[in-house]
């Protein structure tokens, strides 16, 4: 069974932050993706990897970055928390190409 | 760019009435269109796929169609349950990438008992 965990399911930080959120997958999959979430907006793809230390932009990346120094491991980080990001985080990892995407619970993000 | 579009937004049945959520794409090249559904407060988890060389797939009460020369896909949900109310996502492969999805902006379904 495939086990995608997120690092914080609340979390409240303050505008300017550097934030970072973690995201650890139990399935020796090669893919993972970071997306945001928001109301009527559906999921956003914000960055993703194919594999250990490779990245690419998805369709929102503007004041995100990534890292992925593990296979088992993505990271997003904010590297200037603002307002607008605001938002539910969530984290996805697939085996291969046309794989079904699994999504690890999420981490509610509130920046004051 | 590539989307999905996804209606309707909201969706009222009554239980045991049929639910249907349609999707349409735009990029020829998908090929992999799963679905989702997202309980409230809780991941999305894959209900149901299916692939371009598949025209219908069912699994007891839920059911996919795709229509690759219209580019839509839908989600038939028969004999509704009040645990079938959540916000439900289409998705459509990109073509030519290693998985990236694209997602609709989902349809929350309501059944009341």
């Known amino acids: 069974d495939v086990k995608v965990t997120q690092s914080s399911r609340y979390l409240v930080k303050r505008t300017g932050e550097k934030v970072f959120l973690e995201c650890v997958q139990d399935?020796?999959?090669?893919?993972m993706f970071w997306y945001r979430q928001d109301p009527g907006l559906g999921l956003r793809l914000i960055y993703f990897?194919?594999?250990?230390?490779?990245?690419e932009k998805g369709d929102i990346p503007e004041g995100y970055s990534v890292s992925r120094e593990k296979k088992e491991r993505f990271s997003l980080i904010l590297e200037s928390a603002s307002t607008n990001q605001t938002s539910m985080y969530l984290c996805?990892?697939?085996?291969?190409?046309?794989?079904?995407?699994?999504f690890g619970p999420g981490t509610r993000l509130t920046v004051l | 760019g590539e989307n999905v579009e996804q209606h309707p937004s909201t969706l009222s049945v009554q239980e045991g009435d049929s639910a249907v959520i349609k999707c349409t794409y735009s990029?020829?090249?998908?090929?992999?269109f799963p679905w989702y559904k997202q309980e409230l407060g809780k991941r999305p988890q894959l209900i149901i796929d299916?692939?371009?060389?598949?025209g219908e797939k069912k699994d007891q009460r839920i059911a996919v169609t795709l229509n690759k020369t219209a580019k839509h896909f839908s989600l038939h949900i028969t004999e509704t349950q009040p645990e079938d109310s959540a916000v439900y996502f289409c998705?459509?492969?990109?073509?030519?990438?290693?998985?990236?999805?694209?997602f609709g902006k989902g349809t929350k379904l309501s059944v009341k008992p």
């Open positions: 996805a990892s697939m085996l291969g190409g046309g794989d079904t995407q699994y």
């Open positions: 399935m020796d999959h090669e893919n």
């Open positions: 990897s194919y594999d250990v230390k490779m990245k």
């Open positions: 990029d020829s090249a998908s090929n992999y």
């Open positions: 299916i692939r371009s060389n598949v």
């Open positions: 998705a459509a492969s990109v073509g030519g990438s290693q998985g990236n999805l694209i």
